[in-house]
């Protein structure tokens, strides 16, 4: 790619981005429909620099914490958005409902959502390159017509299904002690600093595949490269700042207008748009037939989300004034235990590193159900249905586990 098309392909990004940034800067403060697309305008900017960032990053770091990385990075409003509710809960105790809320609806949105989406993306990726007669790209030949169209994590990626099946034990501890406490909290994070310790192990990988502007950046003297890769991040980073809140109250404020519950906003529509960033790379990725990347971007975030995230709470929940673990009720005992009965079977189904479609559309037709029916009774025997779906796969792909476990106890 010449220098010029280079310069012009990132001034385009930063150009999508303006509008955004003027607008926050100048404390502008227009309609929630125009806030939504000026600043989801500036999200979108943000997903293609942290996605460029990530794979230039790969010539000098593993892709595992590249993509561990970016999907930190990409999750921050998120995190900007519960750690806020915790801390405000200190002193107006309704809010503790709403930061759980908020952690519950991303993570199954993340799984129920995002996943299906990246195979969506795939497929139809797959059906737009064989119409073009060639699978330029395509790192591993398809058996059969069907296989071409499932998920594939790569073997590394067991790492992150092994802290995973960890941590998704631990996130059934706050649904039968009514809080979310500092113990578990400390357990989490800590488990959260391991795994990136983990993965961190290893130099920069084989980058011969990557095309366009990252493939263009990889090519420069290290420390310019180092130097793209860190302001690429830095940028995005900054963007998803200044554009994720905002788009999130704006898609909040139009839904308000339109009368719809606020709690379902705060748990629903907010964490969508929060997710944003993250779930446009994993797509492009899918699009682009980088199946393992999109698909391990989000195992990543999902990761991180069900340790750090959760672990955060209690600790801004203490500095907003509250005590040192942020109670639950009734309401937000289901909604955790109904996360947690999805992340067994989410890990169930991608612990043999393979996403098929037929398991994606599982994923996608319970998640869907939570809104036909929203009422206890329903939240308790979909939880059920999860784990029994989940323990039932995981007993049946118990090697696969055993696989997975090896790489979080192993020296």
């Not at 227009?30 to 939504?36: D, E, F, L």
């Not at 994070?189 to 961190?200: D, F, S």
């Amino acid at each position: 790619m010449p220098r010029e098309t280079l310069l012009l392909r990132i001034g385009a990004a930063l150009a999508i981005a303006l509008p955004a940034v003027v607008t926050r800067a100048a404390g502008l403060h227009p309609s929630a429909v125009a806030a939504a697309v000026i600043y989801g305008a500036g999200v979108l900017a943000a997903a293609v620099l942290l996605m460029w960032a990530a794979e230039t990053a790969r010539a000098d770091m593993s892709g595992a914490l590249a993509l561990a990385l970016l999907a930190l990075i990409a999750v921050l409003p998120e995190y900007a958005v519960d750690v806020y509710y915790a801390f405000a809960a200190g002193t107006k105790p309704h809010y503790a409902g709403y930061a759980a809320a908020n952690m519950t609806g991303a993570n199954r949105l993340l799984v129920g959502v995002g996943w299906a989406l990246v195979v969506l993306a795939f497929t139809l990726g797959v059906r737009r390159t064989a119409r073009r007669g060639g699978r330029h790209g395509r790192r591993r030949p398809p058996s059969s017509r069907g296989e071409e169209r499932d998920v594939r994590l790569a073997p590394h990626h067991r790492t992150e299904l092994g802290f995973l099946a960890l941590a998704t034990v631990l996130g059934f501890i706050p649904a039968l002690t009514a809080e979310i406490g500092w113990y578990i909290a400390i357990v989490l994070i800590g488990v959260y600093v391991i795994y990136l310790g983990r993965i961190a192990r290893g130099g920069g990988e084989d980058v011969e595949n990557l095309a366009g502007v990252p493939a263009r950046l990889v090519t420069l003297p290290r420390r310019m490269r180092r130097t793209a890769t860190a302001a690429g991040f830095a940028i995005g980073a900054a963007l998803v700042f200044i554009s994720a809140e905002p788009f999130a109250n704006s898609l909040v404020d139009a839904g308000s207008a339109l009368g719809v519950d606020e709690f379902l906003l705060v748990q629903w529509l907010a964490p969508l748009a929060s997710e944003a960033p993250e779930l446009i790379v994993a797509v492009v990725f899918a699009w682009r037939l980088r199946d393992a990347d999109a698909i391990g971007t989000l195992l990543s975030s999902k990761v991180n989300q069900w340790t750090l995230l959760i672990g955060s709470l209690p600790l801004a929940y203490k500095a907003g004034g509250g005590a040192w673990s942020l109670p639950l009720d009734s309401r937000q005992l289901e909604e955790v235990l109904l996360t947690a009965s999805q992340t067994v079977l989410g890990l169930g189904l991608l612990i043999d590193l393979v996403l098929r479609r037929w398991e994606a559309a599982l994923l996608f037709v319970l998640f869907a159900i939570q809104f036909a029916l929203p009422g206890e009774q329903a939240r308790l025997v979909l939880s059920g249905i999860y784990l029994a779906v989940g323990f039932t796969v995981l007993i049946n792909r118990y090697r696969d586990l055993g696989r997975a476990m090896e790489t979080v106890f192993r020296r």
